[in-house]
């Protein structure tokens, strides 16, 4: 590990190393594999085979261009914008589940220290996806400055989880590039662990 590297890098380094999260993708990777490989047609269209690359991170600027564009009308909209910033919160709700599901395809698919990483990015993501849903519902029911409150708390939530994310793409070359298009090595490290095949 070089000595250079920031120590929020280093922090997302031990999660890599992290066999404890290794009982989660133990549980769930089977899961998302049975039910990618019971729909192959569909499982090429999660990992954006007709693209030619992942669809994960395409989908995934709808929420979070929702999610901001909430939060800029509450704190700077003024009363006027209220319905409106409630409006994108919620379609970012609706928006979320498409990333999601992509999201679960390709992890299912990548190496071992991918998913350990993955993991807590999904449990992150699941967690503002939450927090989102549950400051809409406050909206819905009058309590608007709750409601505010908690959207920016998934805010925050989501931009841990968006540095995961990067680090995956940047740092591990997630997702495997056979999974979105003709069978190519995906980039190892040292510490890699052999993916599963490859739909």
């Known amino acids: 590990m070089p000595d250079d590297e920031s120590p929020v890098l280093r922090a997302v ?23 990618l490989r019971a729909r192959p047609g569909v499982a090429r269209l999660l990992h954006g085979r ?8 395409l989908l995934t600027d709808a929420p979070i261009g929702l999610w901001a ?26 928006a979320a589940l498409p990333a999601s ?9 990548s190496d071992r220290r991918t998913q350990r990483v993955g993991s807590v990015h999904a449990l992150l993501n699941y967690a503002a996806l939450g927090l989102y849903g549950t400051s809409w519902l406050l909206r819905r029911a009058g309590r608007r400055g709750p409601g505010v409150a908690v959207s920016l708390a998934a805010g925050g939530v989501l931009g841990v989880s968006g540095y995961l994310g990067g680090h995956m793409v940047s740092r591990l070359g ?12 995906a980039p190892r490290g040292a510490l890699a662990e052999e ?5």
Request: proline share 10%; glycine share 10%; net charge negative.
């Open 101 to 109: 599901v992509t999201g679960a395809a390709d992890w299912a698919v």
């Open 50 to 57: 007709p693209l030619g690359h992942a669809a994960h991170p």
């Open 13 to 35: 380094r031990r999660l890599e190393r992290a066999t404890v999260l290794d009982a989660v993708v133990d549980r769930a990777q089977p899961v998302v594999l049975s039910a």
């Open 195 to 199: 993916a599963p095949e490859v739909l």
């Open 69 to 94: 564009s909430a939060t800029v009308l509450d704190l700077a909209g003024g009363d006027g914008a209220r319905r409106a910033a409630d409006r994108l919160l919620g379609l970012g709700v609706l």
């Open 174 to 185: 997630a997702p495997p590039r056979s999974a979105s298009g003709p069978a190519e090595p």
